[in-house]
């Protein structure tokens, strides 16, 4: 038996034979027999408070996860089920620890396809940004990113659309702040990702071609080369077209945020050129894409 349902287990003992055997309840470390096995009891208890009152350490982006689960958790106590604040504590506690603490998966919740598709995206544009050394470039940024997108993901599968919309709005605005951090470092590129085998520009990636827009009008873009991309599930044929339809599908949203079609070159690559390096069949959100290099 794990060590809080052990407690419970003596005290309701106690309740009924009004005696302990000698057991010290008025002091909860007493009863524990190896600290580092905790239950969820055990961290609602001790490891919770502990955070709370830890001095800042670890890296910058640790300590921003810790601070923005911590909050996540406070301050929308009213809308989560007693597991669902228990999830985000145990992620600040793990961060606090500087374990590595990654984004929810998509899968984790329940979605409707739609939702599925723009998530999945934004999840992929996110670990861009975190493995593209968003986390040391702009730990701060990046883990509001983090924790933004597990509350957007969180509130879009409870189907409260207010707070969804206000952790995606924070979420894309953490990114903004990230990418923009790491242009420098990435060649001035910027990328829009895609649903599996889907080509349609999602809200996330149009909220991106609406910048990459901003920065041609105010003549800090003079020219714009697309590449698209695939991961390798499918055959290679199929996903060089697949790719040419994504080049072409960002390319039109360009031109209809008013960049010339003179200014786009628009190549495209198939599974050749991989963003993350994957054996053949694999579906890789942070392949399937569309970069954007801006070129003199």
């Avoid at 861009?128 to 597990?150: C, E, H, I, M, T």
């Amino acid at each position: 038996m794990r060590n809080g349902a052990r407690l419970l287990a003596v005290s309701a003992l106690c309740g009924v034979l009004t005696a302990c055997g000698g057991l010290n309840l008025s002091n909860p470390d007493s009863a524990r027999v190896d600290p580092d096995q905790h239950d969820d009891i055990d961290m609602r208890v001790w490891d919770i408070d502990d955070v709370r009152a830890m001095a800042p350490q670890g890296s910058a982006f640790s300590q921003g996860l810790r601070a923005g689960y911590l909050d996540l958790a406070d301050n929308d106590r009213e809308f989560f089920l007693l597991s669902e604040q228990d999830h985000f504590i145990r992620k600040a506690v793990a961060s606090a620890k500087g374990l590595a603490v990654a984004p929810d998966m998509v899968s984790l919740r329940p979605l409707a396809e739609g939702q599925v598709d723009e998530l999945t995206a934004a999840r992929a544009r996110l670990m861009a940004g975190l493995d593209g050394n968003g986390r040391l470039k702009a730990p701060d940024a990046a883990a509001r990113a983090q924790v933004s997108f597990d509350c957007w993901l969180y509130y879009e599968s409870r189907g409260n659309q207010t707070r969804a919309g206000e952790c995606k709005a924070a979420f894309e605005a953490a990114m903004d702040e990230v990418e923009r951090a790491l242009a420098s470092d990435i060649g001035n590129v910027y990328i829009v990702f895609f649903a599996w085998d889907r080509a349609e520009i999602t809200p996330v990636a149009a909220t991106i071609l609406d910048q990459v827009a901003d920065d041609f009008e105010r003549g800090e873009v003079p020219r714009i080369i697309l590449s698209g991309h695939t991961d390798t599930s499918g055959p290679a044929d199929y996903n060089m077209g697949l790719s040419e339809r994504r080049a072409r599908a960002v390319a039109a949203e360009l031109v209809a945020r008013g960049v010339p079609e003179e200014a786009l070159e628009v190549t495209w690559f198939g599974e050749t050129m991989l963003r993350v390096p994957t054996d053949d069949e694999v579906r890789e959100p942070q392949n399937r894409r569309v970069e954007m290099l801006f070129a003199e």
